[in-house]
């Protein structure tokens, strides 16, 4: 069945760096676009960056922009979200995604907190 595992949250104070990853598995992975989404407490989810399978240009939300980059690596069936200059509107629960055929595919998520 289809798995994905994220890792890396923590804690981190403003300005500071951190990434996290995906591990996906029970699905051939170089076929599928992959996303991280993140939902912070009292606010909707909202997608964070999607990563293509062809070269294509990845899509960021405009306030990730310039610090976020989202990576892949099909040989490892992981996909990244480098996070840079991270800021306390960050702070939320990042959740890992795919789209298999018609399901929706969710990871557990990972915290992040960004405080000083």
């Known amino acids: 069945q289809v798995q994905l595992v994220e890792s890396g949250g923590g804690l981190v104070q403003p300005g500071g760096s951190l990434t996290l990853s995906c591990a996906a598995s029970g699905f051939t992975f170089s076929n599928y676009p992959m996303s991280w989404y993140r939902q912070a407490p009292g606010k909707e989810r909202e997608l964070v960056a999607r990563i293509w399978t062809i070269s294509r240009m990845p899509n960021y939300a405009d306030s990730v922009k310039g610090r976020f980059t989202i990576s892949r690596d099909n040989s490892k069936n992981t996909v990244d979200l480098q996070m840079n200059s991270l800021k306390p509107d960050d702070t939320a629960v990042y959740y890992c995604?795919?789209?298999?055929?018609?399901?929706?595919?969710w990871g557990q998520g990972t915290q992040v907190t960004v405080s000083s």
């Open positions: 995604y795919a789209l298999i055929g018609r399901i929706d595919s």
